[in-house]
């Protein structure tokens, strides 16, 4: 079983930034791939970033590049996204998610343990 707890959201300015948090239980880790998804009221969860087992390859979305990074820490069992340059767009619930593959993953399908959400709000 793997536990996951995001951190890290809030209300922010548009242009600010934020720096999410997702702390995992468990010894394997460093096997897992992680992703970052964000629901939006009213519409799907959708794939912001992820990232493969040895952080290196990653994936993002083409409403987050060159705004947002996804970084992995093994020493601390931790998934970070640093998010840049917030749009009001940007607003939703972001959720972290482990795929016991260690593969990068595309889709909510593609992962097996999910946290609780934090609230992102980004106002214009």
């Known amino acids: 079983q793997v536990q996951l707890v995001e951190s890290g959201g809030g209300l922010v300015q548009a242009g600010g930034s934020l720096r999410l948090s997702c702390a995992a239980s468990?010894?394997?880790?460093?096997?897992?791939?992680m992703g970052w998804f964000r629901q939006a009221p009213g519409k799907e969860r959708d794939i912001v970033a992820s990232?493969?087992?040895?952080?290196?390859?990653?994936y993002y979305a083409d409403s987050v590049k060159g705004r947002f990074t996804i970084s992995r820490d093994g020493a601390k069992n931790t998934v970070y996204l640093q998010m840049n340059s917030l749009k009001p767009e940007d607003t939703a619930v972001y959720y972290c998610?482990?795929?016991?593959?260690?593969?990068?993953?595309?889709?909510?399908?593609?992962?097996?343990?999910w946290g609780q959400g934090t609230q992102v709000t980004v106002s214009s």
């Open positions: 998610a482990a795929a016991l593959s260690g593969r990068l993953g595309y889709a909510p399908e593609s992962y097996d343990y």
């Open positions: 468990g010894r394997t880790f460093s096997r897992y791939g």
């Open positions: 990232i493969n087992w040895s952080g290196g390859g990653t």
